[in-house]
C-alpha cells in the first residue's frame, strides 16, 4: 500500500536549515553562486561538462551541510520527463546525423549523436535541479525575496517596483507548499468517497479522471488562499507603496571579494565549457 | 465622540439580491471589548470588513476615530491605528520568519529600521513568542501562530483590535493563552471588537451585538443576552455556566452564582446550603484516578463487534528524509459497532492522523490495523471498497466539493461505488435529507450558491451517501455556530445509534462529553481513555487539556465536601447535583447524570 504523501520527493523548495557559513552568506551571494552553476549548466555542450557542474554543486552542499542524497533525491520525480525526452531523442532523427547507428528497429535507430544528446540533456536538467535544490535548500525564502529585492534595488531609481516584484516571488514560494497541503487534503477527501488515489490503478484515463475532482476544488482553493493572503495584507497596512525592511545583510570584505570570484567563475566557466568541441558534430 | 461609529450601514455582496448586512447603527466607547454573535452567514464577518476597508459599503456611514474606511487616504492612516486578525491561522502570514511577519506592518508604514525592530521586540515580547524570533512561521503551533497574527497587529501599535472568530482554529490551550492577551490589551487601553461562535468567550465581553440575517437583533450586557427567549432562533446558546445557574434557579430561586467560573458557582452553593440546612455534611468519598479505573478494554481480544482497532500503531510523515516527524507513537484505540469515540488533544497531538489510519490513507511505519475486520496491510486488500466502508470527513470538507450542483457532489462517492439509477437517486436523497438539506430544493442549487454551514452539510452528505460502517469524523464541527454544532452532534448520535462505528476528533470538551469513549493524545501517544466520567472527573484533569465547565464545577463541588463524588458532565446533570445539595429532590431528568463517575 502507499502513502498518499505529497512532500517525500519534492525535494525543490525546501529551505534546509543547517546553519552552515554557506547559510550564512547574503541573499545577493547566493543569487550569484546559483548563476555561476546555473550558467555553465546550460552553456555544457556535453555530458561531463554538465555532470562537473553538478558534482561541484554537490561538494558545495557538502559545505552547506545539505546531504547530497537529499539533491539527488529531488530528480525523482523528474524522472519520467527524461525518459520522454530520451524516447524522442531516440525516434526523431536529428538532421545531418552522421554518427554510428547503434541499434536498428525498423524505422527507428539509434546513433550513437543521438545518445550523447540524450545524456547531454539528462545531465543538464540534472545538473540544474541540483544547482535549484541546493540554492532554495540553503536560501530561505525570505532571503529569496530579499536577495530579488536587493538585484532590483537599482533599478527602482528608475521607477521599477523592486519591492513588487520580489513580493511577487515570495508569495509564489510561498504557494508551493500551501497548495501541495490543500492539495493532499482533497486527495484525501475525495479518495475517502471512492476515488482512484493510492489504490494502484494503472489505467492512464482512470487515473486521469481521478484527478479531475481535485483541481477544480484545489483552483478554488488556491483562489480563496489568494484572497486571503491578500486580506491579511491590505489590512496590515500594505498599499504597494514605499516600505521599510527590518532585514539587512552586512557583506564583509571576505563575502565582497568571494562575490567577485563568483562572477569570475560565472564567465570563464561559461566559456570554457561552450568552447569544449560537440561530440559527434552535433 | 465615540471611537467607532456606525449609521445606517447597508452592504451587498456584487450580484446578490439580498443585503448581507441592513440598516446597522451602532456606536463603541475607546477601551471597549465589544463581542459580535450570530450564526454562520449572518454578516459578522462583513462587519468587520467594512470596519477595516475591506468590503465596500452601499450606504451609511462608518468612522473609526473620525476617519472614513472609504476614503483611500483616510483608509491607510486608519488601517495605521487598526489591527485585524483573521480566523484562519495560516492564512495570514504574509513572511516566512517570525520577527518578518510581524515586521510586516510597520515595514509597509515606511518607518526606520531602528525603531521597526524596536516595535516588533516589543510586540513579540508581548505575545510571548520572543523566543521565536528567528524560528520559521510555518513551524509555529496554530496557536502560536494566532498569537503571532495578533504581535503582527500590535506592532502597529493599533488603538482598535478586530478579532474575525480568531479563536475558531485554535486548540483550548491556544485559545487561553490568545484570549488572555487580549485581555490584558485591553486592559492597556485597547479597543477589542471579537466577531465569535463561543458563547464563553461572549461572556469575556462587557457588551455583545447579535447580528440575525444581517440585522442588528441585540446589543446589551451579555448577562442580559442570554436571559432573551430568542435565543434558539438566532442560532445562539447558553454558556454552560448559565445555563445551569438557571436551571438552579428554576426551582431555587436565590441562586446567583456571583460570576462565571466553576468556583463561582461552588461558592454559591456552599452559602446556599449553610443557609438551608447547616448541619447537613455530605461526605467526601476518596475520588480514583482516571487511569486507575480505566476499562481493560484495550486488551481485549479483538471481536466482531470491533470497527477499528489500532494497535501500537506508530506513524512517521517522510520518514527517511531530512523532514521526518513522527505523528504517532504506539497508539492503540478501538471503535466498535454502536460506539461514538471522541479522539481529544492539542494540534499536532496526532489526531487526524490516527483517523486516517482508519480508512487507510496513512499505513503505519509499525503496529498493526483492522477495518471492519480486514487488514489493509494484507496483499489484495481493496482499499477503495474499504475506504468507502470506513469513510472519513477530513477537516473542512466543504473544500473538496467540485461538482457544480449538489446533488451530483453528494453523488460522486455513490456513483464510485457503483450505484446507478433508482438506488442511486434514493442513497442522495436520504444522504441529503439527513442534513437537513431537502433533496427536492438543493438538488440542482449550484454548490457555489451555498452559505458556509451549508457547504459543511452538503460535503457530510456526500460522506453519508456512501452508507459506511464506519465514521471518522475530523473535526466535524469547528467553526459551525451553536445551532449547526447541535445538529451535527444529533446527527452523530443518530447514526451510532443505527449501530456505526463513529470515530471524531474535536477541540470541544463538551463536545467530547458525548462520547462513550475518550481518547486523549498528547504527541503521538494516548495518555488518558476512558468514558467521558472517568476522563473528565478525576483527581487531575486530562493532560493538557482543562475539564469541560460542568465537569469542573462538580468536582469544585466535591472537593469542597458537598458532594460525595463528581458526576456531572453537562449543564443539566449538574443542576440536578447542586439541586441535591440543597435537598431539592432530582428533576429525574438531566439527560444523562452520568451515572458511571459515581463509584
Given at each position: 500500500m502507499k502513502d498518499l504523501e505529497f512532500f517525500r520527493n519534492a525535494t525543490l523548495g525546501q529551505y534546509v536549515d543547517s546553519r552552515s557559513r554557506v547559510h550564512a552568506l547574503a541573499p545577493l551571494t547566493k543569487y550569484l553562486g546559483l548563476l555561476a552553476l546555473a550558467v555553465p549548466a546550460l552553456a555544457s555542450r556535453t555530458a561531463y561538462a554538465a555532470l562537473a557542474v553538478m558534482a561541484l554543486g554537490l561538494l558545495v552542499a557538502l559545505a552547506a551541510k545539505v546531504r547530497p542524497a537529499f539533491l539527488l533525491r529531488g530528480l525523482k520525480p523528474a524522472l519520467p520527463a527524461l525518459a520522454l525526452i530520451v524516447a524522442l531523442q531516440a525516434l526523431l532523427s536529428w538532421p545531418g546525423d552522421a554518427s554510428a547507428v547503434l541499434l536498428r528497429l525498423g524505422p527507428i535507430d539509434v546513433t550513437l549523436g543521438e545518445l550523447a544528446n540524450s545524456a547531454r540533456i539528462a545531465a543538464r536538467l540534472a545538473a540544474l535541479m541540483v544547482t535549484l535544490g541546493l540554492f532554495t535548500a540553503t536560501a530561505s525564502e525570505s532571503q529569496i525575496v530579499h536577495g530579488v529585492e536587493d538585484i532590483l534595488a537599482p533599478l527602482s531609481r528608475l521607477g521599477i517596483p523592486a519591492h513588487r516584484l520580489a513580493l511577487v516571488v515570495g508569495i509564489a514560494f510561498r504557494f508551493i507548499p500551501i497548495l501541495a497541503g490543500e492539495a493532499e487534503l482533497i486527495v484525501k477527501a475525495q479518495a475517502s468517497r471512492?476515488?482512484?488515489?493510492?489504490?494502484?490503478?494503472?489505467n492512464p484515463l482512470r487515473r486521469v479522471k481521478a484527478w479531475l475532482p481535485v483541481l477544480v476544488p484545489l483552483m478554488l482553493r488556491a483562489l480563496e488562499r489568494s484572497e486571503a493572503l491578500v486580506e491579511a495584507m491590505e489590512a496590515r497596512g500594505?498599499?504597494?507603496g514605499l516600505r521599510s525592511r527590518l532585514a539587512t545583510y552586512p557583506v564583509g570584505p571576505r563575502e565582497k571579494a568571494l562575490r567577485a570570484g563568483l562572477v569570475l567563475f560565472t564567465l570563464v566557466s561559461a566559456i570554457l565549457v561552450s568552447m569544449a568541441p560537440a561530440p559527434f558534430g552535433t | 465622540m465615540a471611537f467607532i461609529d456606525v449609521r445606517r450601514l447597508y452592504h451587498r455582496y456584487p450580484?446578490?439580491?439580498?443585503?448581507?448586512?441592513?440598516?446597522i447603527s451602532f456606536q463603541i466607547e475607546p477601551g471597549e471589548y465589544l463581542a459580535v454573535l450570530g450564526a454562520n452567514g449572518s454578516g459578522k464577518s462583513t462587519l468587520v470588513r467594512c470596519l477595516d476597508g475591506l468590503a465596500e459599503i452601499e450606504s451609511g456611514t462608518v468612522r473609526l476615530g473620525g476617519l472614513d474606511p472609504m476614503n483611500a487616504d483616510e483608509l491607510a492612516q486608519l488601517r495605521a491605528r487598526t489591527g485585524l486578525v483573521f480566523q484562519s491561522p495560516a492564512d495570514?502570514?504574509?513572511?516566512?520568519?517570525v520577527e518578518e511577519d510581524c515586521a510586516f506592518g510597520p515595514e509597509n508604514l515606511g518607518l526606520p529600521r531602528e525603531e521597526i525592530a524596536r516595535r516588533v521586540a516589543s510586540a513579540l515580547e508581548a505575545a510571548g513568542l520572543l523566543a521565536e524570533r528567528?524560528?520559521?512561521?510555518?513551524?509555529?503551533?496554530a496557536g502560536q501562530q494566532q498569537r503571532l497574527a495578533v504581535a503582527g497587529a500590535l506592532a502597529l501599535e493599533p488603538e482598535l483590535l478586530l478579532l474575525d472568530?480568531?479563536?475558531?482554529?485554535?486548540?483550548p490551550p491556544g485559545r487561553t493563552g490568545f484570549l488572555d492577551l487580549i485581555g490584558r490589551l485591553n486592559a492597556e487601553g485597547a479597543t477589542v471588537v471579537h466577531v465569535t461562535h463561543s458563547m464563553d468567550e461572549a461572556l469575556r465581553a462587557r457588551r455583545v451585538l447579535v447580528l440575525h440575517r444581517g440585522r442588528l437583533v441585540f446589543d446589551g450586557a451579555p448577562g442580559d443576552l442570554f436571559e432573551r427567549p430568542e435565543l434558539e432562533a438566532w442560532s445562539l446558546s447558553r454558556p454552560v455556566s448559565l445555563e445551569a445557574a438557571r436551571r438552579g434557579r428554576?426551582?431555587?430561586?436565590?441562586?446567583?452564582?456571583?460570576?462565571?467560573a466553576p468556583s463561582d458557582f461552588r461558592d454559591e452553593l456552599a452559602r446556599l446550603a449553610r443557609l438551608a440546612r447547616p448541619a447537613r455534611q455530605a461526605k467526601a468519598a476518596p475520588l480514583a484516578r482516571a487511569a486507575e479505573r480505566a476499562p481493560a478494554a484495550s486488551v481485549d481480544a479483538p471481536s466482531d463487534d470491533d470497527a477499528l482497532i489500532l494497535e501500537k500503531v506508530a506513524h512517521e510523515y517522510?520518514?527517511?528524509?531530512?523532514l521526518s516527524r513522527r505523528a504517532l507513537d504506539g497508539v492503540s484505540l478501538r471503535a466498535r459497532k454502536g460506539e461514538l469515540v471522541a479522539l481529544v488533544g492539542?494540534?499536532?497531538?496526532?489526531k487526524s492522523s490516527a483517523l486516517q489510519h482508519g480508512n487507510a490513507l496513512l499505513a503505519p511505519s509499525s503496529g498493526q490495523v483492522r477495518i471492519l475486520g480486514r487488514?489493509?496491510?494484507?496483499?489484495?486488500?481493496d482499499l477503495k471498497a474499504l475506504r468507502s466502508r470506513a469513510a472519513l470527513a477530513v477537516?473542512?470538507?466543504?473544500?473538496?466539493?467540485?461538482?457544480?450542483c449538489v446533488g451530483d457532489d453528494v453523488a460522486f462517492g455513490p456513483r464510485n461505488q457503483g450505484l446507478r439509477g433508482k438506488p442511486l437517486v434514493e442513497r442522495v436523497r436520504s444522504a441529503m435529507e439527513r442534513v437537513q438539506l431537502p433533496y427536492a430544493e438543493?438538488?440542482?442549487?449550484?454548490?457555489?450558491?451555498?452559505s458556509g454551514g451549508e457547504k459543511r452539510r452538503a460535503a457530510m452528505a456526500g460522506v453519508l451517501a456512501l452508507d459506511p460502517e464506519l465514521l471518522l469524523l475530523d473535526e466535524?464541527?469547528?467553526?459551525?455556530d451553536p445551532a449547526g454544532r447541535e445538529s451535527a452532534l444529533a446527527l452523530q448520535a443518530a447514526l451510532k445509534a443505527e449501530g456505526r462505528a463513529v470515530a471524531v476528533s474535536t477541540h470541544s470538551m463538551d463536545d467530547a462529553t458525548r462520547a462513550d469513549r475518550v481518547y486523549v493524545l498528547e504527541r503521538g501517544r494516548v495518555v488518558a481513555e476512558g468514558s467521558p466520567a472517568e476522563v473528565f472527573l478525576?483527581?487531575?484533569?486530562p493532560p493538557g487539556l482543562e475539564r469541560p465547565w460542568a465537569a469542573e464545577a462538580s468536582v469544585l463541588l466535591w472537593r469542597a465536601g458537598l458532594t460525595a463524588a463528581p458526576a456531572a458532565l453537562d449543564a443539566a446533570a449538574l443542576a440536578d447535583e447542586a439541586l441535591a445539595v440543597l435537598g431539592v429532590p432530582s428533576s429525574g431528568g438531566g439527560p444523562r447524570a452520568a451515572g458511571e463517575g459515581a463509584p
Amino acid at each position: 500500500m502507499k502513502d498518499l504523501e505529497f512532500f517525500r520527493n519534492a525535494t525543490l523548495g525546501q529551505y534546509v536549515d543547517s546553519r552552515s557559513r554557506v547559510h550564512a552568506l547574503a541573499p545577493l551571494t547566493k543569487y550569484l553562486g546559483l548563476l555561476a552553476l546555473a550558467v555553465p549548466a546550460l552553456a555544457s555542450r556535453t555530458a561531463y561538462a554538465a555532470l562537473a557542474v553538478m558534482a561541484l554543486g554537490l561538494l558545495v552542499a557538502l559545505a552547506a551541510k545539505v546531504r547530497p542524497a537529499f539533491l539527488l533525491r529531488g530528480l525523482k520525480p523528474a524522472l519520467p520527463a527524461l525518459a520522454l525526452i530520451v524516447a524522442l531523442q531516440a525516434l526523431l532523427s536529428w538532421p545531418g546525423d552522421a554518427s554510428a547507428v547503434l541499434l536498428r528497429l525498423g524505422p527507428i535507430d539509434v546513433t550513437l549523436g543521438e545518445l550523447a544528446n540524450s545524456a547531454r540533456i539528462a545531465a543538464r536538467l540534472a545538473a540544474l535541479m541540483v544547482t535549484l535544490g541546493l540554492f532554495t535548500a540553503t536560501a530561505s525564502e525570505s532571503q529569496i525575496v530579499h536577495g530579488v529585492e536587493d538585484i532590483l534595488a537599482p533599478l527602482s531609481r528608475l521607477g521599477i517596483p523592486a519591492h513588487r516584484l520580489a513580493l511577487v516571488v515570495g508569495i509564489a514560494f510561498r504557494f508551493i507548499p500551501i497548495l501541495a497541503g490543500e492539495a493532499e487534503l482533497i486527495v484525501k477527501a475525495q479518495a475517502s468517497r471512492g476515488a482512484d488515489f493510492g489504490s494502484g490503478t494503472r489505467n492512464p484515463l482512470r487515473r486521469v479522471k481521478a484527478w479531475l475532482p481535485v483541481l477544480v476544488p484545489l483552483m478554488l482553493r488556491a483562489l480563496e488562499r489568494s484572497e486571503a493572503l491578500v486580506e491579511a495584507m491590505e489590512a496590515r497596512g500594505y498599499a504597494g507603496g514605499l516600505r521599510s525592511r527590518l532585514a539587512t545583510y552586512p557583506v564583509g570584505p571576505r563575502e565582497k571579494a568571494l562575490r567577485a570570484g563568483l562572477v569570475l567563475f560565472t564567465l570563464v566557466s561559461a566559456i570554457l565549457v561552450s568552447m569544449a568541441p560537440a561530440p559527434f558534430g552535433t | 465622540m465615540a471611537f467607532i461609529d456606525v449609521r445606517r450601514l447597508y452592504h451587498r455582496y456584487p450580484g446578490s439580491p439580498v443585503h448581507s448586512l441592513s440598516d446597522i447603527s451602532f456606536q463603541i466607547e475607546p477601551g471597549e471589548y465589544l463581542a459580535v454573535l450570530g450564526a454562520n452567514g449572518s454578516g459578522k464577518s462583513t462587519l468587520v470588513r467594512c470596519l477595516d476597508g475591506l468590503a465596500e459599503i452601499e450606504s451609511g456611514t462608518v468612522r473609526l476615530g473620525g476617519l472614513d474606511p472609504m476614503n483611500a487616504d483616510e483608509l491607510a492612516q486608519l488601517r495605521a491605528r487598526t489591527g485585524l486578525v483573521f480566523q484562519s491561522p495560516a492564512d495570514q502570514l504574509v513572511a516566512s520568519v517570525v520577527e518578518e511577519d510581524c515586521a510586516f506592518g510597520p515595514e509597509n508604514l515606511g518607518l526606520p529600521r531602528e525603531e521597526i525592530a524596536r516595535r516588533v521586540a516589543s510586540a513579540l515580547e508581548a505575545a510571548g513568542l520572543l523566543a521565536e524570533r528567528s524560528r520559521p512561521a510555518w513551524a509555529l503551533s496554530a496557536g502560536q501562530q494566532q498569537r503571532l497574527a495578533v504581535a503582527g497587529a500590535l506592532a502597529l501599535e493599533p488603538e482598535l483590535l478586530l478579532l474575525d472568530e480568531a479563536t475558531a482554529m485554535i486548540d483550548p490551550p491556544g485559545r487561553t493563552g490568545f484570549l488572555d492577551l487580549i485581555g490584558r490589551l485591553n486592559a492597556e487601553g485597547a479597543t477589542v471588537v471579537h466577531v465569535t461562535h463561543s458563547m464563553d468567550e461572549a461572556l469575556r465581553a462587557r457588551r455583545v451585538l447579535v447580528l440575525h440575517r444581517g440585522r442588528l437583533v441585540f446589543d446589551g450586557a451579555p448577562g442580559d443576552l442570554f436571559e432573551r427567549p430568542e435565543l434558539e432562533a438566532w442560532s445562539l446558546s447558553r454558556p454552560v455556566s448559565l445555563e445551569a445557574a438557571r436551571r438552579g434557579r428554576a426551582t431555587f430561586p436565590e441562586f446567583r452564582p456571583a460570576g462565571q467560573a466553576p468556583s463561582d458557582f461552588r461558592d454559591e452553593l456552599a452559602r446556599l446550603a449553610r443557609l438551608a440546612r447547616p448541619a447537613r455534611q455530605a461526605k467526601a468519598a476518596p475520588l480514583a484516578r482516571a487511569a486507575e479505573r480505566a476499562p481493560a478494554a484495550s486488551v481485549d481480544a479483538p471481536s466482531d463487534d470491533d470497527a477499528l482497532i489500532l494497535e501500537k500503531v506508530a506513524h512517521e510523515y517522510l520518514g527517511g528524509t531530512e523532514l521526518s516527524r513522527r505523528a504517532l507513537d504506539g497508539v492503540s484505540l478501538r471503535a466498535r459497532k454502536g460506539e461514538l469515540v471522541a479522539l481529544v488533544g492539542a494540534t499536532g497531538s496526532g489526531k487526524s492522523s490516527a483517523l486516517q489510519h482508519g480508512n487507510a490513507l496513512l499505513a503505519p511505519s509499525s503496529g498493526q490495523v483492522r477495518i471492519l475486520g480486514r487488514d489493509p496491510a494484507a496483499k489484495g486488500a481493496d482499499l477503495k471498497a474499504l475506504r468507502s466502508r470506513a469513510a472519513l470527513a477530513v477537516q473542512r470538507p466543504e473544500t473538496a466539493l467540485f461538482e457544480t450542483c449538489v446533488g451530483d457532489d453528494v453523488a460522486f462517492g455513490p456513483r464510485n461505488q457503483g450505484l446507478r439509477g433508482k438506488p442511486l437517486v434514493e442513497r442522495v436523497r436520504s444522504a441529503m435529507e439527513r442534513v437537513q438539506l431537502p433533496y427536492a430544493e438543493f438538488r440542482d442549487r449550484p454548490v457555489r450558491a451555498l452559505s458556509g454551514g451549508e457547504k459543511r452539510r452538503a460535503a457530510m452528505a456526500g460522506v453519508l451517501a456512501l452508507d459506511p460502517e464506519l465514521l471518522l469524523l475530523d473535526e466535524p464541527c469547528a467553526g459551525l455556530d451553536p445551532a449547526g454544532r447541535e445538529s451535527a452532534l444529533a446527527l452523530q448520535a443518530a447514526l451510532k445509534a443505527e449501530g456505526r462505528a463513529v470515530a471524531v476528533s474535536t477541540h470541544s470538551m463538551d463536545d467530547a462529553t458525548r462520547a462513550d469513549r475518550v481518547y486523549v493524545l498528547e504527541r503521538g501517544r494516548v495518555v488518558a481513555e476512558g468514558s467521558p466520567a472517568e476522563v473528565f472527573l478525576g483527581t487531575e484533569p486530562p493532560p493538557g487539556l482543562e475539564r469541560p465547565w460542568a465537569a469542573e464545577a462538580s468536582v469544585l463541588l466535591w472537593r469542597a465536601g458537598l458532594t460525595a463524588a463528581p458526576a456531572a458532565l453537562d449543564a443539566a446533570a449538574l443542576a440536578d447535583e447542586a439541586l441535591a445539595v440543597l435537598g431539592v429532590p432530582s428533576s429525574g431528568g438531566g439527560p444523562r447524570a452520568a451515572g458511571e463517575g459515581a463509584p
